[in-house]
């Protein structure tokens, strides 16, 4: 599969855990984005990542969320000490190298973590 | 700021046309159109980038007013496929920012 790998799909967590959501991107593609979507609601942009930099978080929470995007290996949304209301579904999407990214480019989404919070 | 969409939602019958627009009250620099069907991830369906663009590909396409900070998306000759919501994308910089969706179901 080629596509914007997400895992898990459904993550179950207690209130005061930690919560780590991957994305692995579309192969050739360098650009990461995470977004945050409430039922019935839109995208609600979190965070653009490149490889080793974050170019863009003001979307991101100023507490408790962090993202990274190492040389090796998946991309990584943290969320510490997770409250009822971070239960929400957590898109990853991708875009490729060339055209500066940002929203230049098209993005290609995986099929997101779904967070759930007891 | 938050592109506005309307309409919120709509009902159509296979083989009605549809229109979907997206305003800002910024300046837009593009416009990406994404469907999302329930339980699943945003698909892509096109980028506009330049003022006076339109594209398009099958039966659904789409134009960017730049002047009025607009797009609008046109489905025609609807299909039961077309079903989910649709959003429009506003790009700034490195951001994309998305409406709150339009609701378009396709009844046989």
């Known amino acids: 599969n080629a596509g914007v790998m997400q895992n898990p799909r459904h993550l179950v967590r207690r209130r005061g855990q930690e919560a780590r959501l991957r994305c692995s991107p579309m192969?050739?593609?360098?650009?990461v984005y995470w977004y945050r979507q409430l039922p019935e609601e839109g995208l609600k942009f979190m965070v653009y990542?490149?490889?080793?930099?974050?170019?863009?978080e003001s979307g991101m929470p100023k507490e408790r969320f962090s993202a990274e995007f190492p040389k090796e290996g998946p991309s990584i949304l943290r969320i510490q000490q997770v409250v009822r209301g971070d239960s929400a579904a957590y898109f990853c999407?991708?875009?490729?190298?060339f055209g500066g990214g940002g929203s230049n480019q098209p993005q290609h989404f995986g099929d997101g973590t779904r967070l759930s919070i007891l | 700021q938050q592109p506005v969409q309307s309409p919120q939602a709509v009902i159509l019958r296979e083989g009605e046309d549809a229109v979907i627009n997206c305003s800002s009250s910024?300046?837009?620099?593009?416009v990406h159109w994404y469907r999302q069907k329930h339980g699943e991830a945003p698909v892509f369906l096109m980028i506009?980038?330049?003022?006076?663009e339109q594209k398009g590909h099958d039966k659904i396409s789409a134009s960017f007013n730049e002047k009025k900070q607009q797009s609008s998306l046109y489905l025609t000759a609807s299909q039961l496929s077309y079903s989910g919501t649709y959003f429009c994308?506003?790009?700034?910089?490195?951001?994309?920012?998305f409406g709150e969706g339009t609701q378009l179901t396709v009844n046989p």
């Open positions: 999407a991708s875009s490729p190298p």
């Open positions: 192969k050739g593609h360098s650009h």
């Open positions: 990542l490149q490889k080793e930099n974050i170019i863009d």
């Open positions: 910024k300046a837009l620099y593009s």
């Open positions: 506009l980038l330049k003022g006076g």
């Open positions: 994308g506003t790009g700034s910089g490195s951001r994309l920012t």
